[in-house]
Structure formats: C-alpha cells, structure tokens
C-alpha cells in the first residue's frame, strides 16, 4: 500500500462491517447487478473485479452457476476480510489485500476486469488502468463503473456527496479523457453509457496488438 492509499484504507476499513447492510448497499447492489448483466459468464473464464469491496459481485457472479474463476483484490484489509467470510470455501474464488496500481496478476490473464465504484477512490487512476489493461487477455473487456463529472450538475453534485460523506481526496473523469485513456493504453472500441444518471460505465476491449507496459 503506497501512504496515499492510507485515508482510504482507514475509511474502508471503518464501514466495512456495516457496508453490506447500509442504506447506500442498495445503491452499491443495483450497481453490481447492472456491471452483472454487462458480463457473459462462460465456463473457464477469468474475471478480476478491482476494488472487489465485500466481494458482491462476485458472489452473485458465483451464482450464475458457470464455472467462471474469479479473482478480487481491495486495498482495504477489513473489506477483504467480509469478503473472504462472504465467500469462504468456494471453488474458484481467490482473494487478495492489494491495490489496483500495483496488482500480482499476470499479464495478459483476465478476460474481464471490472471495477465498480472505486477508480474515483485510487491514488493513480491512469496507473490503475494501466493495470487493469495489463493483466487483460488481447481481445479481454475492462468495465469501469465510477462518477462522471461532466455536467456542472454532476460536479456540483459530486462535491456535496464529497463533503458529507467526508472522502477526502477523489478524483473524477469527464467522458472523454477516460475514453482517451483507455484508447492510449491500447483498447479499440471503446463504448460509454450513462447508468442512473451520475454513473459511466465505460468497456473498452484491449486490442490483440496492444504491448504491455511491462513487454
Ligand atoms: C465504494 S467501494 C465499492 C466496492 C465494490 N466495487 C462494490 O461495488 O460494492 C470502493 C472500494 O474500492 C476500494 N479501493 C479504494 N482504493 C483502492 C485501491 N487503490 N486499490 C484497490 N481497491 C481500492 C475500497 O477499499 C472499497 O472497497
């Protein structure tokens, strides 16, 4: 964990035991069910959910009943440890404490990587795609659910939610410049949707010439 991950972790761990049962967990589970549908689970496929929270989605992945390996990963040692309780004996579920700029993965081993919620949170948005795209399969989907702020609307909007619910240092994308992020790291087809009205989700497919960084 790098020191500017820590006012996250501290936060993080704090609602982790009331973060499935809050009000905000209906929210956080109409989410998950949307990134869900975005996903088509076939057996033998590797999927990684980033900033994976309480493992939610992948619980509900776990249910489709296809045989997907899936992986999460969370900066938070008390996130992980609900998770891990949630998921606890379950064939083809692996968890692990890290963060999104610096993952253990292999490089081209995913064919998802989702991220739902958490990219406005990491110290290093770019670096923490570049991850995601790292560890992608050439022809693999990345699907970022986060705040977009390109109305004054959605900024005023997203500063208030800021100052109440005390997040401390958060950094949102205008549509744009993630499209050109993930273009630069090499995606083709990049595809953005607006979701309950605050929300992008954003899929881009990493193209079967792109070069890791690490290459
Ligand atoms: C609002 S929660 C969303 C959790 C989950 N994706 C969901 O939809 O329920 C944000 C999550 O991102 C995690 N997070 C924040 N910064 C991170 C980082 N740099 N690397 C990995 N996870 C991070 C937090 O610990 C937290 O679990």
């Known amino acids: 964990m790098d020191g500017k991950e820590e006012p996250s972790v501290r936060r993080f761990n704090k609602w982790a035991g009331s973060y499935d049962t809050g009000i905000l967990s209906v929210f956080f589970r109409m989410c998950n069910g949307k990134i869900c549908q975005l996903v088509e689970p076939r057996d033998g496929i590797k999927l990684l959910d980033v900033g994976c929270g309480t493992g ?57 990587v989702v991220c739902a919620n958490s990219l406005h949170h990491h110290p290093d948005p770019g ?15 990345v699907i970022v659910m986060d705040a977009f702020i390109d109305s004054r609307v959605r900024k005023i909007f997203f500063r208030i939610v800021n100052v109440f ?51």
């Open 127 to 141: 670096q923490s795609l570049a991850e995601m795209t790292r560890v992608l399969k050439p022809g693999g989907v």
């Open 165 to 215: 619910r005390g997040e401390g240092k958060v950094q949102h994308f205008r549509r744009q410049e993630l499209q050109r992020i993930l273009h630069n790291l090499g995606h083709e087809s990049v595809t953005q949707r607006t979701y309950l009205l605050f929300l992008l989700i954003t899929c881009g497919t990493k193209s079967k010439t792109t070069r890791n960084p690490s290459a």
């Open 56 to 112: 939610s989605l992948l619980e509900s992945l776990f249910r489709s009943g296809r045989q997907v390996n899936l992986c999460g990963i969370n900066v938070s040692p008390e996130m992980i440890r609900v998770a891990r309780k949630k998921l606890n004996g379950k064939e083809r579920v692996e968890l692990h404490e890290g963060s999104a700029t610096n993952s253990p993965f292999e490089s081209d081993s995913f064919d998802y």
